[in-house]
């Protein structure tokens, strides 16, 4: 099994910066792509960012420009550095992290972590 935990929501004014961090753990061979999908009240799930194990990233419109992810491989762990934040940056983010384990693969969920945009 392989856990995933977030951290570094909160409450931020409008312009102002969060970093959320994610890490995953368990036996695993190896963490493939690792993300954030984001879900606003009333809205769906949408993937904001995501990094591959090489370094490749993909953003959603929305975030590029203003947030930056990244990875540290050897502990697992990747970061979402989001600026100039707005109020429609407002909603739940979750981490994912893709893993394999020989002929074996799944992709493992946080519980989510709250970040609210507001003056």
């Known amino acids: 099994q392989v856990q995933v935990v977030e951290s570094g929501g909160g409450l931020v004014q409008p312009g102002g910066s969060l970093r959320l961090s994610c890490a995953a753990s368990?036996?695993?061979?190896?963490?493939?792509?690792m993300g954030w999908y984001r879900q606003a009240p009333g809205k769906k799930r949408e993937l904001v960012a995501s990094?591959?194990?090489?370094?490749?990233?993909n953003y959603a419109e929305s975030a590029k420009g203003r947030f930056t992810i990244s990875r540290d491989n050897a502990k697992n762990t990747q970061y979402l550095q989001m600026n100039t934040l707005k109020p429609e940056d407002t909603g739940d983010y979750y981490c994912?992290?893709?893993?394999?384990?020989?002929?074996?693969?799944?992709?493992?969920w946080g519980q989510g972590i709250q970040v609210t945009v507001s003056s």
């Open positions: 990094v591959t194990r090489g370094g490749s990233t």
């Open positions: 994912y992290a893709e893993w394999s384990r020989g002929f074996n693969f799944g992709t493992s």
């Open positions: 368990g036996s695993v061979l190896s963490i493939n792509d």
